[in-house]
Nanobody, 124 residues
Framework: QLQLVESGGGLVQPGGSLRLSCAAS????????IGWFRQAPGKAREEVSC????????NYADSVKGRFTISRDNAKNTLYLQMNSLKPDDTAVYYC?????????????????WGQGTQVTVSS
């Protein structure tokens, strides 16, 4: 019933860009803080970014700050992650999430619902 479905992943060269999308069904994103996590092979899950329900607060991991931009379109019930200047270290499975408390810091965000993930591979 409730689904978060990521799309937009793929293979890109270093320095390139991708935009990930996350479409929600059975869940209204407008009432929730939402965010992105990622997990690279052999590494722990990492919080990437989150955005408040109103869109007035965003937070980013230091590793992506200045390169990634999170946004939302509540009318489309969709979450986005624009990724620029991609590096090989950005290679991971990216997961969209819905939760609450994206304010003050990335650590404040509490994810409750998860998508299945989309693979991003940055390689020459």
């Amino acid at each position: 019933q409730l689904q978060l479905v990521e799309s937009g992943g793929g293979l890109v060269q270093p320095g390139g860009s991708l935009r990930l999308s996350c479409a929600a069904s059975g869940l209204t994103l407008a009432t929730r803080a939402i965010g992105w996590f990622r997990q690279a092979p052999g590494k722990a899950r990492e919080e990437v970014s989150c955005i408040s329900n109103s869109g007035d607060s965003t937070n980013y991991a230091d590793s992506v700050k200045g390169r990634f931009t999170i946004s939302r379109d509540n009318a489309k019930n969709t979450l986005y992650l624009q990724m620029n200047s991609l590096k090989p270290d950005d290679t991971a499975v990216y997961y969209c999430t819905a939760g609450y408390r994206c304010s003050g810091s990335l650590k404040s965000f509490v994810p409750n619902y998860w998508g299945q993930g989309t693979q991003v591979t940055v390689s020459s």
